[in-house]
């Protein structure tokens, strides 16, 4: 998308992708341009060729190229495609001495060149002329899988490659593998195993060893708890020693097999198996203890008198040698997690192996004999042997590192009597051959005892343990992050002064022999690093951004130093550097004997052999990494190792990259020896390549042999530099914010007074405001790497991080800003002023200049918070960069967008910060103006102020002459305080109004808060407008949730004028009686909850639910907890104006439940109350009508316990009135009540008919006069007394009636149900709430429109709340709902069409509990169940369950005559008659029988809806009823059904004519024999049988009918003619269908389909039929089978 303009320099061939090269670094030198004809994206250079990656992913290459056979010469200047490679995209090249390798989009590696030593992969040829696929296979995997290559890199003999899985696979020869093997070459591809599972970054390869940068792995793994046993040797990692008088600890096992596979432990440093040498006695079990990986092995064990380490006046046992903390950058490295030398008898024992013997080519190392006391004569003749060259400018030179604490001077030490070495230094001879040890001595005692004293005192910094970083020391590790050089020193007075005052502050309290082991293991393995500098605890993964927690592993041959480890050991498998770890090295570049690493800060570390200077720096020794020598200022970004040299691209002051050069000057002579190349000139430091500016912008640079290379990029349209300046600035800051960290935060926080000189709060703020910072810090140096590779990569502006995840960055600092605030608020950089002069004296020179302050003279307290808030400018810096880049792209391109919002954002971000800043700075003010004790109470660390009224311009309305009324707005409470109080008004229950100043003429505000409302009276206009515009906007922020942060800009949140009138908000009430110190957190409408909320008051009663108007309205949750049943009551239904008012739920403790409607609190209206424990069966259950919490009305009572069902009339929950009781023994009792007894008359009867009639006093106690009636129709009569069922005492007359005197016993029976209470009378409660539900206060009066409205109010609300929670409805439910919401309107009479859709409504409507209609039918169904189920199931109660139906039905039909108010009443007709057709359902359901076309009935219109449900009870009354007729019937059915059909036919008396001569069986026609049985009128048959499947009466009656036309069709096919049927004729063969069906009940089918028969129905064909089937069921039960 960018322009590409042709600048007509040179050949115009492009302006990206330019290829310089050039050898050495004299002012003649200039680089030639290699000209393609597409832009280079990667170069890479061997000893004597070179590889190009141009774009479109083709590949040439230059120099040398031996195995090119077709070549006339050798040498190629111009650079020649590899067109074997022109059908691959290649991605990745590489080259090595004299081989190549690329890898192309797919992840295939090619190989070509020399392959002497395999190192091109390739079996049996010694030179590969052109590119050849290598297989990697991983054959771990079954079948073998094809690994995908990312990158490859090439030494002299061999090759290494980087998966996509991130592993190492290898071929090639040397130690330099890293693979487990001894026969080379290795042709094949093979994974090298120590790096399996890590996550290497980039591989590289020197001449004759191996680089990898590896994402360190405490970035993915928690650490694990440390190890008591080595993961290889399985010896023990501790050992402890029992002397007389304390126990030595040592913790200094070296694994005997190389390589450590744990990955907390350090690496070892030896591959040999040395034995073991401890105290002049050896023992297999204890390993030798290396002093340190660092320290090259000497052939020697040293062991010094106590005297020269410890002053005369110190015990053994309390060593005082200290490590310094104020060491600037240490050269030799102590590590206490892996090894150390013991304390021994106040004796140090430095136990050091033999140094390994290193064969020229070969990598083995042999170990050599280990001698515990070796001869003095010998080390002091090693030492005389090195040069003394060398010793002297080491002397002059080495920083000094460690010092050993009052070293006496005692002749008999043959060092320190040797005037050429100052103890104190470190002695590091040319190559690095041996370090001074009696430095390591010294260093690995203070190690010791400083690991020993950080484990008793356990201090911690300010509380702060960091997550486990695998990083040793504290105090040497942090110098090395820091660039200065420490102080050149020879002398030892100085040094002596520096640890005397170490010694002051860290002296060793205790004897080491009071010490657990235990404590001494716990705290000293994996050592945590009390500085929280580099944040652990953050996703790595950071959006897209590169891994900064990093390590750098090397193996293969050390010989010059090259590996780093201090040594010039080889290592056969990669082992990590130490040095580097936490240094955050992205980048590493091998010469050919010399390493390279890039760290996030910009800074180069380089090891490895020196002899050209190519390292950059003249430190020693050069095993072990230092930092190259480069001004300040200068940030290097890119490096290029060569044979021997370095190239490193880097940021200087001016806006172009510019180019350092260390190592050989190559001449310009062509024709050179070998030696005098090898004596030319170097550098001793990095030099500047003046060309460099000729080139343009420098994009990356590489080396290799003698020569170098940059790829350049012309500055088109201003891109290519704006993209620098934006890398170069991130750089520049990173640096700045790690300069913060390691110069002003980690001495600070080594400070031990300074957490008890700031305090606990101030002292948590600041802890929070470095995590802060270093997580900013860390965001910005992944940011800056990512640019960095963004600029050797793609450089396509979709890249960018800083624009895909702006909302990262702005969080971030956000976040950090707030900290920062947080601090200043609480007075935390005022408090910090006394540890800054204690730490970097009174002029705090170090602060004042990382602060970029201008002004002069500033106080330290003013000084800090500039400091911190310096990130503020570098989001403009973001902005003005973004927008430099924007200006690049066509202004309609998208990516102008994107930049051009970005850009808005952190320019936006920016200005809110620097507001909040000011806020903070006010607040600050605010607290020093004013000081006391309410605002210490009020000053917190997130709350700043917004405006105050100290001023008089704002006060309270009609406040006292003499009072103070002072106001103060936070951005979280206004904080009204008088003389001696205040209150705070918490801002998100705060409502502000302005009050027009037309009548009064004052400037007021009003203020609501939930439990006061005051005026506020502004001085003037201005101020009115100002303080509602304050308190508005803070009321905003506080409910967005934003705080104190405010509303971002970047968030795109338009902030509002003013806040929302209804909002959610958390209150705690302290005034109002009801809810006194209750909390609400819900929804508010000016002041009042309104909405969904919870109250929870501290004696744990809790509300959850709707509110209205401060009160609770609509559904709700109430929870009361019970203290002494330790349980709670639970309410759960509707309330009202603060009260329960309707439906609802409520759980007693006592295990009851009520269910049902309520009132003011109270059960009121219909409810359901179950007694007894929940998960046994209740004992009782009341089901019926309240009033005010008592039984009131007609109500149903199941005493379970007892086995007795009262069904009548209560009053005040009692049973007072008329009554029916049923018990399960078969009594049936009904008459009056009072007083919860059967008083007065009633009506007993027994299960074996015997019948009281007369007065009772009691329950079953007769008293009285009555009538006793026997089974067989005797009678008493006169006055009885005491209980049924025991003696009866009577005095009276007997009657035993004749025959014919037969009608007073039918009176009796008859009488039964007259004291039940009257059908009408039961459940009006149940109908008046249906009414009331349709707007109606008493049935039959109100609106119908009315009702039609609270319908559809009651179904959408019910609809909303299914949408909340669907599983509370099934689908075919929620269509029913959906449905609903068509009312079927019309106007004028009612046709039968309406009818029909009127109908239809009604049985959705019943069919949802949802629907008032729904509800009541759903009502009455369970109330229904509840009497005539169990005990109730009574046949003497028969009578009643059918006219409580009709009495249903009834009272149904009114209120649906009241909804469809042109419906006739009942018995009334239609409009227009009907077609003759009949009415069959329009939906074709059938869901009754066509009726005589026009009469409206009850029955009809809701029996369908209403039987079904109540059928099994009713049925079953009725099978009860009849059961001794139907036995009788059914013995018959029985007996007639064994004869076969000819012959029951004839035994019916059908006629001979009617009788079937063939009949019809699975299809076939057969021959009706006389031993048929079950075959003829067969379908008739059938079809009565479904008489059991239906439940109303019209639905049988249609049954009867459809049984009466099959058995015409099947007479019609026998006589083939028409004719008419004579009852005569039809009474038999209907007789011989009804026998055949064998239906069991069918005396109760007859029954109930006559009582509840449609009237109009009696004296149709219906009624005939019906007629017909009842005097068969008669006829069968008196048949006698002669």
Request: hydrophobic share 35%.
């Amino acid at each position: 998308m960018e322009m590409q303009i042709s600048s007509g320099e040179e050949d115009g061939s492009g302006e990206r992708g330019l290829l310089h090269t050039w050898r050495g670094y004299s002012y003649s030198t200039t680089p030639e341009r290699v000209l393609l004809s597409r832009p280079v994206l990667q170069a890479a250079l061997g000893a004597r060729h070179g590889v190009l990656l141009v774009e479109g992913g083709q590949v040439y290459s230059f120099g040398e190229l031996p195995w090119k056979q077709n070549q006339t010469s050798s040498v190629v200047t111009e650079p020649v495609l590899e067109a074997v490679l022109s059908e691959q995209h290649v991605v990745f090249v590489a080259a090595g001495s004299a081989h190549s390798g690329v890898v192309t989009e797919d992840g295939g590696v090619h190989m070509w060149g020399e392959n002497a030593h395999g190192q091109c992969g390739l079996l049996g040829l010694s030179v590969i002329p052109n590119p050849t696929p290598v297989g990697v296979l991983d054959s771990e995997s079954t079948p073998p899988q094809t690994v995908k290559i990312l990158e490859v890199a090439c030494g002299d003999q061999h090759t290494l490659a980087l998966s996509a899985k991130h592993e190492v696979w290898a071929w090639g020869s040397g130690c330099q593998l890293g693979l487990n093997t001894s026969t080379f070459p290795v042709w094949k591809p093979q994974k090298v195993e120590p790096l399996a599972g890590r996550h290497v970054l980039q591989v590289a390869c020197g001449a004759a060893h191996s680089l990898a940068v590896v994402r360190s792995s405490e970035a993915l793994v928690p650490r694990k708890p440390p190890q008591d046993k080595c993961g290889q040797c399985h010896q023990l990692l501790y050992t402890m020693t029992d002397k007389e008088d304390h126990v030595i600890i040592s913790d200094g096992h070296h694994c005997p097999l190389g390589v450590e596979l744990d990955c907390s432990e350090t690496k070892s440093a030896l591959e040999g198996s040395p034995e073991q040498v401890k105290q002049g006695k050896s023992s297999p079990s204890e390993p030798v203890p290396s002093v340190s990986t660092q320290i090259p092995r000497s052939p020697t064990s040293i062991t010094i008198p106590e005297s020269t380490l410890l002053s005369d006046s110190t015990p053994a046992s309390e060593p005082q040698i200290q490590v310094p903390a104020s060491s600037q950058e240490p050269t030799i490295e102590v590590s206490t997690e892996h090894e150390t030398s013991p304390v021994a008898n106040g004796e140090v024992c430095v136990e050091a192996s033999e140094s390994c013997t290193l064969e020229p080519d070969g990598c083995r190392a042999t170990g050599g004999k280990y001698s515990p006391f070796p001869d003095e004569q010998a080390v002091k003749a090693y030492l005389k042997r090195l040069s003394d060259h060398a010793l002297a400018e080491h002397v002059a030179k080495a920083p000094s590192t460690l010092h050993s604490a009052q070293l006496s001077s005692d002749p008999a030490d043959p060092f320190t009597s040797d005037p050429l070495i100052p103890v104190a230094q470190s002695v590091t001879p040319m190559g690095s051959a041996l370090n001074n040890l009696v430095v390591s001595c010294a260093s690995a005692v203070g190690e010791r005892v400083v690991s020993t004293y950080e484990a008793l005192s356990l201090r911690k910094v300010i509380g702060y343990w960091a997550p486990g970083e695998g990083r040793e020391r504290v105090e040497e590790r942090l110098r090395l992050e820091e660039p200065m050089q420490g102080k050149k020193s020879s002398s030892l007075g100085d040094i002596r002064e520096e640890e005397a005052e170490l010694s002051r502050r860290l002296s060793l309290p205790g004897l080491l022999s009071q010490v657990s082991p235990r404590l001494l293991r716990r705290t000293s393995r994996p050592r945590a690093r009390a500085i929280p500098l580099t944040p652990g605890g953050i996703p790595e993964a950071d959006a897209h951004l590169p891994s900064l927690q990093t390590e750098v592993w090397s193996w293969g041959r050390g010989q010059e130093g090259q590996l780093g480890h201090g040594d010039l050991l080889p290592r056969l498998q990669p082992v990590c550097v130490k040095s580097l770890n936490g240094k955050e090295v992205l980048r590493v570049a091998a010469g050919a004997h010399h390493s390279l690493a890039l760290t996030a800060q910009s800074q180069v570390f380089s090891w490895g052999c020196n002899t050209s200077g190519q390292l950059g720096h003249m430190e020693l020794p050069t095993s072990f990494p230092h930092l190259a020598k480069l001004s300040d200022g200068i940030r290097v970004w890119d490096i290029g190792a060569g044979q021997q040299h370095t190239l490193l691209l880097a940021d200087g002051d001016c806006m172009q990259p510019i180019l350092y050069y260390s190592g050989q000057q190559v001449k310009e002579v062509a024709e050179q020896t070998e030696e005098e190349e090898q004596t030319g000139e170097y550098t001793q430091q990095p030099v500047l390549l003046p060309f460099c500016m000729n080139l343009g912008y420098v994009s990356s640079v590489c080396a290799g042999g003698q020569t170098c290379a940059a790829l350049t990029d012309r500055n088109v349209m201003g891109f290519i530099a704006s993209l620098h300046e934006l890398a170069a600035a991130e750089r520049k800051y990173y640096c700045k914010l790690s300069n913060i960290k390691s110069l002003l935060l980690q001495p600070l926080l080594k400070l031990d007074s300074l957490s008890s000189g700031l305090g606990q709060s101030t002292a948590g703020l600041l802890q929070n405001m470095i995590g802060r910072l270093s997580r900013l810090s860390q965001l910005t140096g992944q940011n800056s790497a990512s640019l960095t590779s963004f600029l050797r990569r793609s450089r396509d502006i979709r890249g960018l991080v800083i624009l895909d995840d702006a909302h990262l960055f702005l969080d971030t600092y956000s976040e950090y800003c707030s900290a920062v605030g947080d601090l200043l608020v609480m007075g935390g950089f005022q408090a910090l002023v006394k540890p800054c002069h204690d730490v970097f004296g009174k002029g705090a020179e170090v602060v004042q200049r990382l602060s970029e302050c201008s002004e002069e003279g500033l106080p330290l307290a003013d000084v800090l918070p500039h400091l911190f808030y310096l990130p503020i400018k570098h989001l403009h810096e973001y902005g003005r960069l973004l927008l430099k880049l924007a200006t690049c792209y066509e202004v309609s391109s998208v990516d102008y967008q994107k930049l051009q919002d970005a850009c808005s954002k952190y320019e936006s971000m920016a200005l809110h910060l620097k507001k909040r800043r000011k806020e903070a700075e006010c607040t600050l003010h605010f607290w020093k103006s004013f000081p006391g004790k309410m605002t210490d109470s009020l000053r917190k660390p997130s709350r700043r102020l917004i405006c105050e009224s100290s001023n008089k311009a704002m006060t309270l309305q009609n406040a006292g002459r003499f009072s103070v009324n002072w106001f103060m707005l936070f951005n979280d409470a206004l904080v009204h305080a008088q003389f001696s109080t205040h209150h705070i008004f918490p801002l998100a229950t705060l409502w502000v109004e302005p009050i027009s100043e037309e009548n009064t003429g004052l400037y007021c505000l009003k203020v609501t808060s939930p439990e006061e409302t005051f005026t506020l009276l502004a001085s003037s206009p201005a101020e009115k407008a100002k303080w509602f515009r304050s308190i508005n906007q803070a009321v905003e922020q506080a409910l967005s949730g934003l705080g104190h942060d405010g509303i971002p800009p970047s968030t795109g949140v338009a902030q509002r004028a003013d806040p929302p009138i209804s909002r959610t908000a958390s209150y705690t009430f302290y005034k109002d009686s009801r809810l006194k110190e209750a909390t609400y957190e819900g929804r508010w409408v000016s002041g009042k909850p309104h909405g969904r909320g919870v109250v929870k008051w501290l004696d744990g009663r809790m509300y959850t639910g709707a509110f209205k108007n401060g009160l609770e309205d609509g559904f709700g949750d109430y929870v009361v907890p019970n203290k002494n049943l330790n349980s709670c009551d639970h309410y759960q239904g509707q309330w009202k104006d603060g009260k329960m008012h309707g439906f609802g739920t409520f759980r007693y403790t006592s295990g009851e439940v009520y269910e049902g409607s309520f009132q003011d609190n109270m059960r009121h209206g219909h409810g359901m109350l179950r007694s007894g424990k929940l998960n046994s069966t209740s004992p009782s259950v009341f089901i019926g009508q309240w009033q005010y919490d008592k039984k009131s009305g007609y109500g149903v009572f199941d005493d379970i316990t007892r086995g007795e069902k009262y069904m009548g009339m209560w009053l005040d929950d009692q049973r007072q009135g008329n009554g029916v009781v049923v018990t399960q023994f078969g009594l049936y009792y009904e008459g009056a009540f009072s007083n919860n007894k059967m008083m007065g008359t009633g009506v007993l009867l027994s299960e074996d008919d015997t019948t009281f009639e007369g007065e009772f006093s009691e329950d079953w106690t007769l008293n009285g006069k009555g009538m006793l009636t026997m089974p067989n129709g005797d009678y008493i009569e006169g006055s009885f007394s005491g209980v049924w069922g025991t003696g009866l005492k009577m005095s009276g007359s007997y009657y035993k009636p004749s025959l014919y005197d037969s009608d007073k016993e039918k009176a009796h029976a008859l009488k039964l149900g007259r004291l039940a209470v009257h059908s009408e009378e039961k459940w009006k409660a149940v109908f008046v709430e249906c009414w009331n539900r349709l707007g109606c206060d008493c049935p039959g009066q109100g609106q119908t429109t009315t009702a039609w409205d609270n319908i559809a109010v009651e179904l959408t609300a019910n609809l909303r709340q299914q949408r909340d929670s669907p599983e509370l409805l099934s689908r075919s439910h929620h269509k029913t709902l959906e449905s609903l919401e068509c009312i079927p309107h019309h106007v004028g009479p009612v046709t039968l069409e309406v009818y029909h859709t009127i109908r239809r409504y009604l049985v959705k409507a019943c069919d949802t509990p949802l629907h008032p209609l729904g509800r009541l039918v759903e009502t009455l169904v369970s109330v229904y169940r509840m009497t005539y189920v169990g005990v109730g199931a009574n046949r003497r109660l028969l009578p009643q369950a059918v006219n409580e139906i009709k009495s249903y039905l009834s009272r149904i039909f009114q209120l649906v005559r009241f909804l469809f108010p042109d419906l006739p009443e009942e018995g009334g007709s239609l409009a227009d008659p009907p077609k003759e057709t009949g009415i069959s359902d329009p939906a074709g359901k059938q869901l009754e029988s066509p009726k005589p076309g026009c009469v409206v009935s009850s029955s009809a219109l809701l029996l369908p809806v209403l039987l079904p449900r109540l059928y099994p009870p009713l049925f079953t009354l009725y099978a009860l009823e009849k059961e001794k007729e139907d036995d009788v019937y059914w013995e018959c059915v029985l007996r007639l059904n064994k004869q076969p059909d000819l012959a029951l036919l004839a035994f019916l008396g059908v006629q001979q004519k009617f009788w079937p001569v063939t009949v019809t069986v699975h299809g076939e026609k057969q021959q009706v024999l006389s031993s048929t049985k079950d075959a003829c009128f067969a379908s008739a048959v059938e079809t009565l049988q479904q008489i059991s499947t239906t439940f109303t009466p019209s639905d049988k009656l249609q049954v009867i009918q459809l049984t009466f036309e099959e058995i015409t069709q099947q007479v019609l096919t026998l006589l083939k003619q028409d004719f008419l049927w004579s009852m005569d004729d039809l009474f038999p063969v209907f007789l011989f269908v009804v026998l055949r069906a064998r239906i069991r009940n069918l005396g109760s089918e007859v029954s109930l389909i006559e009582d509840l028969m449609d009237p109009c129905v009696q004296h149709g064909e219906h009624g005939i039929m019906f007629t017909t089937l009842k005097a068969c069921y008669y006829q069968i039960q008196h048949e006698k089978v002669t």
